[in-house]
């Protein structure tokens, strides 16, 4: 899909060199070929030796199935005030794992080995946040490198039609190129904290637009 938009702006005289201002938009609707959710998970304990073992379960089981990565996590002290004095309640540690899949039921099995990387029940509780059809990023850069050509080969082809029209030696003087992206609105489904029998339901899935906003300038002479 490829949309136009133009603007012609020559200044020219038949003896003087001129600049041709031009604007185009090249797009191309994609299919999303992924999931993408992240899971944030947090532990209290009075032992940070503790949370610091259940984190290290939790790291090894979401890791069972290849589709969920993580970063640092975070050990802070608890507090709790009353009548202005400070009581230490322990620690509360903080992770996040990153997940796209293609198979819903690869992240449950994540789900479901999460639950169980403590063996105190509900110790280490899960938020999962929505969940939304993506392109993944090898994906997205061969079509952006697929429309940066496209763009680049239109410049060529352009500077010969001005050429011959204006019959004048033209040349391409400037390309600027700026990546657009837009999102369909998509229902995004939310996974539930419950037990085990919980499924995730994939969302539907809807085209993404990603595309190039391309200026050019022409000079002639």
């Known amino acids: 899909m490829k949309k136009m938009i133009f603007l ?10 001129f600049e041709v201002h031009k604007s185009n938009e090249f797009t191309k609707e994609i299919e999303p070929n992924v999931m993408s959710t992240s899971i944030a998970a947090s532990v209290e304990d009075k032992s940070k030796a503790q949370i610091q073992k259940i984190f ?16 640092s996590y975070r050990i802070s002290p608890n507090y709790r005030y009353v009548e202005q004095k400070r009581l230490f309640l322990g620690y509360r540690g903080d992770i996040v794992f990153e997940c796209e899949f293609e198979d819903t039921k690869k992240f449950d099995t994540v789900i479901s080995k999460l639950d169980k990387a403590s063996n105190e029940k ?9 969940i ?45 190129l700026n990546t657009s992206q837009r999102f369909v609105d998509q229902e995004r489904v939310y996974m539930m904290q419950s037990d085990a029998k919980s499924r995730t339901t994939a969302p539907i899935k809807k085209n993404h637009t990603i595309g190039y906003n391309a200026s050019y300038k022409f000079e002639c002479n």
Not at 154 to 164: I, T
């Open 8 to 17: 012609l702006l020559a200044g020219f005289s038949l003896s003087n060199a």
């Open 56 to 71: 290290k379960k939790a790291i090894e089981e979401s890791k069972s199935e290849n589709i969920c990565t993580n970063g």
């Open 122 to 130: 509900d110790k280490l509780k899960l938020t999962i946040n929505p």
């Open 132 to 176: 939304q059809w993506i392109v993944d990023k090898k994906r997205r850069k061969q079509i952006k490198d697929e429309l940066e050509l496209e763009a680049l080969y239109y410049a060529k082809n352009y500077k010969s039609f001005l050429s011959n029209v204006y019959a004048k030696e033209c040349a391409i003087k400037e390309v600027s």
